[in-house]
Structures are given as structure tokens and as C-alpha cells.
């Protein structure tokens, strides 16, 4: 979905609707459901994990860790304490949801990437009348960058992350309807050294779909999005045309595919353009009824913060099952491989990396319990590797990490 470009986290225009969501979240408590029906409008919780990791750094070897960071260790152990609070509101036909959650990390070992974080989710489902819909909403993340998404430094490096979006549809035919969004997000890395990625991107998208009897869609899509650095150098625009398919195959079968022609150019550096197809194929099948599997084939072009390079083309597969043991107890797996094919910056003198690979795997765990209604305990288990034709791209760590939380 697309998003608003203003410099803002919460622009003017998206202010007004957001206000009066929240007063008659508290105002109008009446138009959501009688009082016989109680709701849990809000809900506070409190969380705590517990994680160990192998390779925290994601460091090549031991050797590799000392050259880098004078300290040959590779592991640490953190814990993360998180308060937050969800709001779900039904207002009418408008839907209003929150989660305002606040963290705080602290390492057993590397004590100097001790952080707190915050992270705000609010969004608006709206609708007018039968035929109109869409939402409406803004996002906040302050989070310590992870060390697999930027691994040139060791050093504390906090990044924050805002979100602005709107979008909607307009079925103007039983089986016909038009839809659009604009998004605007803001990057911004603390790290002096790394202040050049900081990056504003607006992205608009407009679509038409055809829609069945049988809940599938057939439609088109066109996008444009725009990103404006700190450095200038590494601007861009991006134009795409895509097909859209969402096709119920049978009651328990579902394939969803978004596909096309993608072109970017930068404005001062023409030697980083793009131009070709991407494209994601996710199937899903629920084998019984407590079994399910999703599968993702895909090749897409990702934004890479580096100054020895512009963006990778993904090539990548996934699988994941997920088993509903009982009610309350649930297990999930994930394998997932990844080819990254790297484009050069010839901005930077002596710097040659258009021959660039790596190839990215994971496999993860996820077991989730929950004792009550209103607690859940959930341990995950994963297995990062990348290997590369460059010596410092080769990694491996495993880590396990044990989370519990308790709604009130």
C-alpha cells in the first residue's frame, strides 16, 4: 500500500480523521456495541525474552571478529522487558486498532548496545457505505539496527522508522472495483557514519480488479515511488506495472501472485539504473485442519544500505508448515533460501563489486503455548548461514530465544 509524502510523522491531512477516531473511541463507547455485550477494548500487556545468539556481530570466523572489533567472542546473551497496550475499537462501520508497545534490551556481555525501543501501530478501517473502503493510519519504530541488515560497523547504532499511509477501493460493480494508496516512509540511522542512508520514500499505486463469484481477483496495477537520501547520490525514481492474481483454487487452496515489469533510475547516477521483471508467487494449502502450508517463490529488487553498492536482485524460495497440535498449543517451521545478485556503485573509485553474490539461508522453529486465555509462551529456534564470493560476506550463527507475555 502507498504512502503520503510529508515531511510529518502524522501529516495534516491524516491528522483531522485521527483525532476524531480517537475521540469517539473514548466519546462513543455506545455506537459499538450494547452494554450487554462487553468488549475488551483496551488491553495492556507485559512481556519478557530471553535470547541467545552465536554470532551477535555476524561475523565471518573468530579471527574476523578480533581484526574487526578486538574481542574474538561471537556470542552474547540479551534480554528484552516490553509494556505495551492494544485498543480495538469498533465505532459504527470504522474499525479503530493501536498498539503502543515500549522495550527495553539489555546484553549480558556487549552491555554498550543496551537500548530502549518503542514501537507505535495505529490504523483506521473505514468505510462508506457498502461499497467504499480503506484505511488510514501511521507507524513508529525505534529499534537497534540488526547486525545481518548493516554489517560494516560494530558500534550501537539505532535506527527509527516512521510510516504515514492511506489507501482504498471502490467496488463500483458487484464484480469490479478501482483501488489506490499512497504511503510516505522516513529511514533515519543515530550512527554518524551512517546518516548517509537516511532516506524519505513516497510510493503511489493505483489498481483495478476484476472480482468472482468465488471471492478470486484478477487485476492490474501501476506504481510509482520516489527516494530522496542524504547523500544525493543515491536518489531515485521507480516506475511498475505489475498483474495481480488472488485465486481461490479450492475451499482449501489459495495461489497469490504480483508480477511485472519494474524500472528505477537514479538522477545523478545513471550507471545504478534498472529495468526489469519481479514477481511473488505465494500458495498456500491447508492440508487438514490443523495442518497448513504456505510456500513463496519470488524475484524481486531490495534497497541495500552500502556505499559499495545500489540495490541486490533477490532471488528466493520459502516454505513454512504450521501444525495446530491442540487449541492451545501450536508448532511452525520455516526453510528459506535466498540469492542475492549485487549491482556496483561506480561512484566509488577502486571499488568493484558487480560480481557479487550471496546466497542466504534460515531455518526456524516456532513453538507457541498458551497456559491461559491470556498468556502465551513461545520459543523459537533458527539457524542463520550466508556464503559469498567475498570472504567478509560468509557468516553462520544459531540462536534460541524463549518469549513469554501476559494480557491483562
Same mark, same amino acid.
Given at each position: 500500500?502507498?504512502?503520503?509524502?510529508?515531511?510529518?510523522?502524522?501529516?495534516?491531512?491524516?491528522?483531522?480523521?485521527?483525532?476524531?477516531?480517537?475521540?469517539? %473511541?473514548?466519546?462513543?463507547?455506545?455506537?459499538?456495541?450494547?452494554?450487554?455485550?462487553?468488549?475488551?477494548?483496551?488491553?495492556?500487556?507485559?512481556?519478557?525474552?530471553?535470547?541467545?545468539?552465536?554470532?551477535?556481530?555476524?561475523?565471518?570466523?573468530?579471527?574476523?571478529?578480533?581484526?574487526?572489533?578486538?574481542?574474538?567472542?561471537?556470542?552474547?546473551?540479551?534480554?528484552?522487558?516490553?509494556?505495551?497496550?492494544?485498543?480495538?475499537?469498533?465505532?459504527?462501520?470504522?474499525? %479503530? /486498532?493501536?498498539?503502543?508497545?515500549?522495550?527495553?534490551?539489555?546484553?549480558?556481555?556487549?552491555?554498550?548496545?543496551?537500548?530502549?525501543?518503542? #514501537?507505535?501501530? +495505529?490504523?483506521?478501517? @473505514?468505510?462508506?457505505?457498502?461499497?467504499?473502503?480503506?484505511?488510514?493510519? *501511521?507507524?513508529?519504530?525505534?529499534?537497534?539496527?540488526?547486525?545481518?541488515?548493516?554489517?560494516? /560497523?560494530?558500534?550501537?547504532?539505532?535506527?527509527?522508522?516512521?510510516?504515514?499511509?492511506?489507501? =482504498?477501493?471502490?467496488?463500483?460493480?458487484?464484480? @469490479?472495483?478501482?483501488?489506490?494508496?499512497?504511503?510516505?516512509?522516513?529511514?533515519?540511522? *543515530?550512527?554518524? $557514519?551512517?546518516? $548517509?542512508?537516511?532516506?524519505?520514500? +513516497?510510493?503511489?499505486?493505483?489498481?483495478?480488479?476484476?472480482?468472482?463469484?468465488?471471492?478470486?481477483?484478477?487485476?492490474?496495477?501501476?506504481?510509482?515511488?520516489?527516494?530522496? !537520501?542524504?547523500?544525493?547520490?543515491? #536518489?531515485? $525514481?521507480?516506475?511498475?506495472?505489475?498483474?495481480?492474481?488472488?485465486? !481461490?483454487?479450492?475451499?482449501?487452496?489459495?495461489?497469490?501472485?504480483?508480477?511485472?515489469?519494474?524500472?528505477?533510475?537514479?538522477?545523478?547516477?545513471?550507471?545504478?539504473?534498472?529495468?526489469?521483471?519481479?514477481?511473488?508467487?505465494?500458495?498456500?494449502?491447508?492440508?487438514?485442519?490443523?495442518?497448513?502450508?504456505? *510456500?513463496?517463490?519470488?524475484?524481486?529488487?531490495?534497497?541495500?544500505?552500502?556505499?559499495?553498492?545500489?540495490?541486490? %536482485? #533477490?532471488?528466493?524460495?520459502?516454505?513454512?508448515?504450521?501444525?495446530?497440535?491442540?487449541?492451545? +498449543?501450536?508448532?511452525?517451521?520455516?526453510?528459506?533460501?535466498?540469492?542475492?545478485?549485487?549491482?556496483?556503485?561506480?561512484?566509488?573509485?577502486?571499488?568493484?563489486?558487480?560480481?557479487?553474490?550471496?546466497? !542466504?539461508?534460515?531455518?526456524?522453529?516456532? =513453538?507457541?503455548?498458551?497456559?491461559?486465555?491470556? @498468556? /502465551?509462551?513461545?520459543?523459537?529456534? !533458527?539457524?542463520?548461514?550466508?556464503?559469498?564470493?567475498? $570472504?567478509?560476506?560468509?557468516?553462520?550463527? +544459531?540462536?534460541?530465544? %524463549?518469549? /513469554?507475555?501476559?494480557?491483562?
Amino acid at each position: 500500500m502507498p504512502r503520503l509524502s510529508s515531511p510529518a510523522l502524522i501529516p495534516l491531512p491524516l491528522l483531522a480523521p485521527l483525532s476524531m477516531a480517537v475521540c469517539a %473511541l473514548f466519546c462513543g463507547s455506545a455506537m459499538a456495541a450494547p452494554e450487554s455485550e462487553p468488549v475488551d477494548v483496551f488491553t495492556p500487556y507485559v512481556g519478557v525474552m530471553v535470547s541467545h545468539d552465536d554470532n551477535l556481530f555476524r561475523f565471518s570466523n573468530p579471527d574476523d571478529a578480533f581484526r574487526r572489533s578486538g574481542n574474538s567472542s561471537l556470542s552474547d546473551t540479551y534480554r528484552r522487558l516490553n509494556v505495551g497496550l492494544n485498543i480495538d475499537k469498533q465505532i459504527s462501520q470504522q474499525r %479503530l /486498532t493501536v498498539n503502543l508497545d515500549l522495550n527495553r534490551t539489555a546484553y549480558n556481555r556487549f552491555s554498550f548496545l543496551d537500548n530502549d525501543g518503542k #514501537n507505535l501501530q +495505529t490504523n483506521l478501517n @473505514w468505510h462508506l457505505g457498502k461499497h467504499v473502503e480503506g484505511n488510514l493510519g *501511521a507507524s513508529y519504530v525505534e529499534s537497534l539496527t540488526p547486525f545481518s541488515d548493516l554489517r560494516t /560497523t560494530t558500534e550501537r547504532n539505532l535506527r527509527t522508522q516512521k510510516r504515514t499511509f492511506a489507501d =482504498g477501493a471502490w467496488r463500483f460493480h458487484p464484480s @469490479w472495483q478501482v483501488r489506490g494508496g499512497v504511503t510516505y516512509d522516513q529511514l533515519n540511522y *543515530a550512527l554518524a $557514519s551512517q546518516r $548517509s542512508f537516511n532516506r524519505d520514500l +513516497t510510493t503511489e499505486v493505483v489498481g483495478i480488479d476484476y472480482l468472482s463469484p468465488t471471492n478470486s481477483t484478477v487485476g492490474v496495477q501501476a506504481g510509482h515511488s520516489s527516494a530522496t !537520501y542524504e547523500s544525493p547520490l543515491n #536518489n531515485y $525514481s521507480q516506475n511498475e506495472f505489475k498483474g495481480k492474481i488472488d485465486w !481461490y483454487a479450492t475451499g482449501k487452496s489459495r495461489l497469490q501472485f504480483l508480477g511485472g515489469w519494474v524500472e528505477r533510475k537514479h538522477e545523478l547516477t545513471p550507471t545504478r539504473d534498472y529495468s526489469g521483471t519481479n514477481a511473488r508467487v505465494v500458495a498456500t494449502n491447508q492440508l487438514t485442519g490443523q495442518v497448513g502450508l504456505t *510456500a513463496n517463490l519470488y524475484r524481486e529488487i531490495g534497497t541495500i544500505d552500502d556505499l559499495t553498492t545500489s540495490y541486490s %536482485l #533477490n532471488n528466493g524460495v520459502s516454505l513454512e508448515a504450521a501444525w495446530e497440535i491442540s487449541a492451545k +498449543t501450536k508448532l511452525a517451521a520455516q526453510l528459506l533460501n535466498e540469492r542475492r545478485s549485487y549491482a556496483a556503485n561506480s561512484v566509488l573509485a577502486n571499488v568493484l563489486v558487480s560480481d557479487r553474490e550471496d546466497t !542466504y539461508r534460515r531455518m526456524s522453529l516456532t =513453538g507457541n503455548y498458551m497456559p491461559t486465555r491470556k @498468556w /502465551t509462551i513461545m520459543m523459537i529456534a !533458527y539457524r542463520d548461514q550466508q556464503s559469498s564470493n567475498q $570472504s567478509t560476506g560468509n557468516y553462520h550463527a +544459531t540462536g534460541l530465544s %524463549l518469549n /513469554t507475555r501476559y494480557d491483562f
